[in-house]
């Protein structure tokens, strides 16, 4: 595969979880960080959450701190993103990314690279 491939979206109530899967097979990510972005309907792709493979750290926007993780299994080669008592503004369209930094230090939603995937729909009803 030359992109990522997320799934694990679906449609839930507010309140609800879910838990988000990507993989990065075939995708040439080497030792950078990983991260999640998603698209709101009308908006553009915001990221939300970085995770370095080099000690772990991770980072969230405001918007989800407290109530998404993010995780990976290197000998997978993939990302997660647990999502707890979601809210209808986590509607979105969630795509996972490369980011060209061994951590998730400044700006790093301004250094993703490679292809989008088609990304995962999440829906929350209120």
């Known amino acids: 595969q030359m992109q990522p491939v997320e799934s694990g979206g679906a449609s839930v109530q507010a309140g609800g979880s879910l838990r988000l899967s990507c993989t990065f097979s075939g995708v040439n990510g080497g030792d950078f960080a990983r991260a999640w972005f998603r698209q709101a309907p009308g908006n553009g792709r915001e990221g939300i959450s970085c995770?370095?493979?080099?000690?772990?750290?991770?980072t969230y926007q405001d918007s989800v701190k407290g109530r998404f993780t993010i995780s990976r299994d290197d000998a997978k080669n993939m990302v997660y993103l647990e999502m707890n008592s979601l809210k209808p503004e986590d509607t979105a369209i969630y795509y996972c990314?490369?980011?060209?930094?061994?951590?998730?230090?400044?700006?790093?939603?301004?250094?993703?690279?490679?292809?989008w995937g088609q990304g995962t729909q999440v829906t929350v009803s209120s």
């Open positions: 990314a490369v980011i060209t930094r061994i951590d998730c230090s400044g700006s790093w939603w301004d250094h993703r690279v490679g292809a």
């Open positions: 995770i370095s493979f080099s000690v772990g750290k991770t």
